[in-house]
């Protein structure tokens, strides 16, 4: 980061960044002239999230059950979880990146899914644990067994709750893939920080910032979305 | 492991330590940042959060304003604040850092007041309190739990995300990192791993600290009935 002024200096060394017309902070100009950059970012940024949801999905859930179907593991499972979402996001990039390449995508991603984890492992627990005990026994009386039973009972039963969690891990992976940005996998966050570096072009943050947002909120949208077309049933009672 | 390894040995260095721009002055520097950002949080969001649980209403406003901070990433506030009229240096990540610890202390302050039994509060009105004296001399000693809860999660992300301070020129232990990566992975790979230990430490340290704060100021009969509670209000909050 040496190309950034040092943190003594109040002022921006370079001039042009002022206040004047020539900083502004949006412009269609920008907007249209990096179209093709910002929209490979964008690409990278959806990708990445994409990925790190649907791995975080496959690992949590099987972590879920287990801690359901052996109570003696929701503690260590639900702690250890706790300890790797305490670690500051900057801090497990640094202790990856030396194992896993400087400007690796797939720090990025590792760090993401570890944060990911936590969010739904925690609330599929939480759904899975709420199935009521009456509604498990009218499935053991049917004759469904441990995997029928958890397949076909409790794991529909718990899907609002998972999808809650879901929910949850995209928007905040949403934001944090910019923290890549520091070893150059940031997706938007390239461009936030991208237009920081660039002598404070705002155009670039803004731009980067709106579509991170936007697509925090779309994706938010598309899972409530998939939840509804997941659980019939519940449609009724809500709406 | 043997990136490990030389981390420890950086951090072994006493040189690192007290050197100016070494870990206790990056080490003050994010101290000094957390407990700006942290109070400025509490001033904004405490008052905040407790009127409206008083009040009963706002639930609405307090999930929105939890979920909109939730989709901001923090470098987008962290970059675009030192461009507006605040300027560079501390205050401006001070600041940004604020914005994010706010909303946990607002959702954990209006839940821990919203959550006093009804009965509690209307045998206090029928002992003739007013709405002042319900506040101060029931609800605000009930949600003492919740309030100490809120402000562990505001600590911790704030100790955390001010790692983040370093990308804005703020300072703070993230700076030890960043300038590993500046030198590179060959040259700087031990001093990156050292800082991500030690940034890893704090937070664990922060994290241990206030759940004993909460544990210490939780009356002993609350205990339990909180544990179990808690891994609900965690997903909302």
Redesign the interface.
Known sequence: ??F????T????LAAP?GDGPGNPWFSWQYVQDNADTIMSKLGFHIGITLETVVIALLVAVPLAVLAYWIRPLTGPILALSG?LY??????????L???LG?TSRVTVLIALVLYALLLVI??A??GLTEVPADVKDAAAGMGYGRFGRLWHVELPLALPAIV??LR?AT??T???V??G???GQ?G??DL??G??ANN?Y?AE??T??VL??VL??VL?LALVGVGRVLTPWSRRRTS | MS?FRDGIVWLNDPLNWTNPGGLLDRLQEHLVITFWAVLIACVVGLPLGIWLGHRGRGGGLVVTVA?LT???????LL??L??TAI???KLPVILALAVFAVPPLLANAYVGLRSVDPETKEAAIGMGLSGGQLLRSVELPLSVPYLAAGLRTAV?QV???A??A??????GL?TI??????L??SRG?AQ??A???A??LL??LA?GLFAGIERLVTPRPLRSARRRRR??A??TA
């Open positions: 980061m040496s950034l002024s040092p943190a200096a109040p002022v921006p960044a300890v305490t670690i500051p996001s900057l801090a497990l990039l640094a202790l990146a030396p194992l400087a925690r609330n627990l939480t809650i969690g949850l928007v905040s949403v934001a944090l910019t923290i940005a520091i070893i940031g938007l966050g936030i920080l237009g920081f404070f705002r943050i803004v980067g910032t991170c947002v925090a909120l938010d | 990136y979920n939730r989709a901001i990433p923090t470098l987008a970059t675009i030192p461009l300027g560079f240096g911790v100790v955390a995300t790692t983040l370093t990308l804005v020129n703020g300072g993230g990192i960043s300038a590993g990566f500046g590179g992975i790979g990156i791993v800082g991500g230990i940034v890893v937070a664990l994290e891994g609900r965690a997903t």
